[in-house]
């Protein structure tokens, strides 16, 4: 395998597509949508949209990424792919975006609904595009992301729906993904890149709680910090059950326990994170890979009254498919991917 496409790989983020670019599919199937040619066409969009994001990540924060030594493997910190490049793929994945929502709209009437999926999605690029080029210097900037992400789910859900209104199922997914958005980049993010954000004086809420970790590599993770971060998973684990508790959401007993079981081990995982002593940037890259995952895995478990238990089985498992795929050409070991 040539480097240079194995460079591309990692790049593109493309053994990650297959999880991350489906926000817009969540809200299409909520909306009552499962058509597979729609489905297909959201989820290029997403895949457009999650390129876009990380490129532009990579852009801003090549300076950042040469202080850690596990990233120095990234083609923009090594100069295999040059800034410029990465730019102009940014462009090309706008217009790529753009484009695709045009064939979705092709001969169809351009509804109230219409224009306002076009517009959550270019609020979703503009808030992104702020976080990635400046968040690091705002604090509280995990916000703006996180609600970029969720406004992806709207995108899919106003782009086809002919309702009046959206469906709660609609506003729990988009407040779902909205938290683990927040939580990955406020908590895991922080977390993760304690070791290093304060030598370029970054602001973020982990150091201004007083995460950080010490001349012996032991980790400092205040009691604030951690109720944040639960307070989140909590938040999260309590808007699962509401469509069905409150709203008379069809479901199934087996379904429940499922969603139990996946909130259980997102907690024990959270819980093991936030109490590690010491910074161990392979382990939290593992608990932050099964916490995502684990998240990620509700969702299609509650959407199982619209798509059966099989379309659910496949949203779960299909992104895994498509990592142990893709994952070779990126020259990465799998399930062990450098963040």
């Known amino acids: 395998m040539s480097s240079i496409i194995s460079d591309y790989v990692k790049l593109l983020r493309l053994p990650g597509l297959g999880g991350l670019a489906t926000p817009a599919i969540f809200g299409a199937i909520s909306a009552g949508v499962t058509d597979l040619p729609i489905l297909a066409i959201l989820l290029l969009i997403g895949a457009f949209s999650v390129i876009y994001g990380f490129v532009l990540n990579d852009y801003a924060d090549v300076e950042i990424d040469k202080l850690t ?18 730019v102009f793929i940014c462009f090309l994945c706008v217009i790529g975006a753009y484009l695709t929502i045009t064939l979705l709209y092709y001969k169809n009437e351009i509804t109230y609904f219409r224009l306002l999926a076009v517009i959550c999605i270019t609020s979703a690029g503009i808030l992104g595009s702020i976080y990635n080029l400046y968040g690091k210097k705002i604090i509280g900037s995990d916000f703006l992301v996180a609600i970029s992400n969720g406004l992806l789910v709207l995108f899919g859900a106003l782009a086809v729906t002919q309702e009046s209104t959206i469906n709660i199922v609609t506003w729990i997914i988009f407040l779902l993904t909205f938290n683990q958005l927040l939580y990955m980049n406020a908590i895991e993010g922080g977390l993760k890149d304690a070791d290093h ?34 307070g989140i998973r909590f938040f999260s684990a309590f808007l699962v059950f509401v469509p069905f508790v409150f709203f008379g959401y069809p479901y199934e007993i087996w379904q429940i326990a499922i969603l139990l079981l996946l909130i259980i081990g997102v907690f024990y995982s959270t819980i093991k994170m936030l109490n590690m002593k010491k910074f161990n940037r392979s382990k939290l890259r593992k608990l932050i890979t099964s916490q995502a995952y684990l998240r990620y895995s509700m969702v299609p478990i509650m959407l199982v009254s619209i798509i059966d238990i099989w379309g659910g089985l496949v949203l779960i498992f299909y992104p895994i498919l498509w990592y142990i795929l893709l994952a070779p050409l990126s020259g990465e070991k799998l399930f062990k991917p450098r963040m």
Do not use: C, Q, W
């Open 197 to 230: 954000d304060y030598k370029i004086n970054v602001k973020n809420i982990a150091l201004r709680t007083g995460v950080k970790v010490d001349k012996k590599d032991m980790f400092v993770v205040p009691n604030i910090f951690k109720v944040f971060g639960l």
């Open 69 to 86: 030594s596990e990233l120095h493997e990234r083609p923009l910190v090594k100069g295999t792919i040059s800034k410029k490049t990465a």
